[in-house]
């Protein structure tokens, strides 16, 4: 009888008991090529891809890849810093309904994505896209390498407000370059790109339903084809200005230079447009329509002409 009113006071407090918590995510997490999506993503028992290393990793913590290696496409859902080294590489899935896409933005309203130091290459995988930052509050891409995709290699599709720094960095065509699509009222895109090198890419700004604040500074647009604009900017919400600034761009082997639609202002200083060796320029700067109005500081040389509008005195920055 003892016994049993024992066992079942035994019984009683170990139901009483806190259940274990769930292994708990790390602020720090590591990828290594000869790693194990089995481990804890340590450094001493990395994980092998950025996606079990990810999904590891705790709100605003980093994942850092410690050698050489092909880490595999992947999907961020919250605040996070991917931490290449300049050797991580990522490449797109090779088949795959939609588009097979290298890294997937889709985070919250309020969060930071840093990726820094990557290398991603979508081997002219058919549809295929670089980063596609579906949602979230600021990406940051720095140092890294984005090429060989043959849908876009950075696309940025906003339906909430969203910042964006892209610095350091090479974006390599076939496919568009830098996309920005502002599709959703209030969706304003905050844009810096600093030191970009485009070959074979151009930049596209599309405000449909925001504004577009962009800076373009210090950066290279380098042969983007004869049926390919370099800066194509472009404002169609009735309600929202664009203002987009271009200081110290070079604009290189490029038969076109920029374009503008709709309600879009644009600031040149210091922006040099130069077309391939023994082709003619069709055109400077083109203005699509007359809600369009170009600002130049006197800087400026484009190799084409000034097409359906003037350029107006910016004074000297």
């Known amino acids: 009888m003892h016994k049993i009113a024992l066992l079942l006071l035994v019984t009683v407090l170990v139901c009483l008991l806190p259940a274990a918590p769930a292994q708990a995510q790390s602020t ?8 194990s999506d089995s481990n804890p993503c340590t450094i001493t028992q990395p994980c092998q891809h950025f996606q079990a290393a990810v999904n590891a990793t705790a709100v605003g913590g980093e994942v850092d890849a410690l050698d050489p290696a092909d880490y595999g496409a992947f999907t961020i859902s919250h605040a996070i810093t991917i931490a290449g080294q300049g050797w991580a590489y990522v490449a797109p899935p090779a088949t795959g309904p939609g588009n ?4 997937t933005i889709n985070a919250g309203a309020g969060d930071t994505i840093k990726i820094r130091g990557v290398r991603l290459d979508g081997f002219n995988v058919p549809a295929s896209i670089g980063v596609f930052f579906n ?5 940051e891409i720095t140092d890294s390498v984005v090429g060989n ?25 076939p496919g568009v370059g830098i996309s920005l699509n502002a599709n959703a009222s209030g969706a304003t895109i905050t844009g810096v790109l ?24 210090n950066s290279y647009i380098d042969n983007v084809g004869s049926t390919s604009v370099p800066v194509y900017l472009g404002g169609s919400s009735p ?16 038969i076109y230079g920029v374009y503008l639609l709709g309600n879009t202002n644009v600031f040149l200083s210091h922006v040099t447009q130069t077309a391939p060796a ?12 007359a809600n369009s109005a170009a600002f130049s500081d006197g800087t400026n040389y484009f190799s084409g002409p000034i097409v359906g509008g003037t350029l107006s005195l910016w004074p000297p920055r």
């Open 278 to 289: 023994g082709s003619a320029s069709t055109s400077g700067v083109d203005f699509l329509s």
């Open 100 to 103: 097979p896409t290298a890294i």
């Open 239 to 254: 309600s929202a200005i664009s203002t987009v600034i271009l200081k110290n761009v070079t604009l290189n082997q490029d």
């Open 28 to 35: 720090q997490t590591f990828v290594s090529g000869t790693g």
């Open 135 to 139: 949602s979230g509050g600021r990406l």
């Open 194 to 217: 600093d030191k970009v090198a485009l070959d074979g890419a151009s930049v596209y700004a599309g405000a449909f339903y925001a504004a577009l604040n962009l800076s373009i500074s």
């Open 149 to 173: 995709f043959n849908n876009n290699e950075i696309i940025v599709y906003s339906a909430t407000a969203m910042s964006l720094l892209i610095s350091n960095t090479i974006v390599r065509g």
